[in-house]
Antibody, heavy 122, light 106 residues
Framework: VQLVESGGGLVQPGGSLRLSCAAS????????MTWVRQAPGKGLEWVAN????????YYVDSVRGRFTISRDNARNSLYLQMTSLRAEDTAVYYC????????????????WGQGTLVTVSS | SYELTQSPSVSVSPGQTASITCSGD??????VHWYQQRPGQSPVLVIY???KRPSGLPERFSGSSSGNTATLTISGTQAMDEADYYC?????????FGGGTKLTVL
């Protein structure tokens, strides 16, 4: 199993960024996927979940309406479109696989990528 | 919103047993998962569904949960176990992580 995030970088407040996560080594379309972030020196914070087919999506309150999680099962890829970015969105963003076949991203996360750093600053 | 509370730090001598706790309202009725994060690295799952160990994980890692508290126990602690540990559960369509516990092996 391999998860490789990309797309991070420096963006101004109010700007947008799209993160990608390339998955390999497993049948991508049979697993929930999750984004988790970690601000510098802080703990883990769940950001969003997406079900196998992409129809069901869930978000933490602080990003709902600004971030959109999506997936392309044909490309084995997960995405996070981030808009109206704020300084408090500065973090390393990890994609992770939801291992529980029933509750998916709400269960344990058994594989994580290396993360991509998003810095929101003027 | 649901909250999980962890002590910020725990210290243990090499070879001794470390206990890291996670508390939350009626936590014993939920599945709790634990992650280890070494400095500069991504989190790694060490315990899932309260007490299950992923394949390849050393047997010195164990978990339990009852009432309002879940516990991660590391027996025969080694220097390589020094890391941050996070508990995780879910409630009302939200994934919740504890604030993390820094384990120091003195």
């Amino acid at each position: 199993v391999q998860l490789v995030e990309s797309g991070g970088g420096l963006v101004q407040p109010g700007g947008s960024l799209r993160l990608s996560c390339a998955a390999s080594g497993f049948t991508f379309n049979t697993f929930w996927m999750t984004w988790v972030r970690q601000a510098p020196g802080k703990g883990l914070e769940w950001v969003a979940n997406i079900k196998q087919g992409g129809s069901d999506k869930y978000y933490v309150d602080s990003v709902r309406g600004r971030f959109t999680i999506s997936r392309d099962n044909a490309r084995n890829s997960l995405y996070l479109q981030m808009t109206s970015l704020r300084a408090e969105d500065t973090a390393v963003y990890y994609c992770a696989r939801g291992a529980d076949r029933i509750i998916g991203g709400f269960g344990h996360l058994d594989n994580w990528g290396q993360g991509t750093l998003v810095t929101v600053s003027s | 919103s649901y909250e999980l509370t962890q002590s910020p730090s725990v210290s243990v001598s090499p070879g001794q047993t470390a206990s890291i706790t996670c508390s939350g309202d009626k936590l014993g009725g939920k599945y709790v998962h634990w992650y280890q994060q070494r400095p500069g690295q991504s989190p790694v799952l060490v315990i899932y569904q309260d007490f299950k160990r992923p394949s390849g994980l050393p047997e010195r890692f164990s978990g339990s949960s009852s009432g309002n508290t879940a516990t991660l126990t590391i027996s025969g602690t080694q220097a390589m176990d020094e890391a941050d540990y996070y508990c995780q559960a879910w409630d009302s369509s939200t994934v919740v992580f504890g604030g993390g516990t820094k384990l120091t092996v003195l």
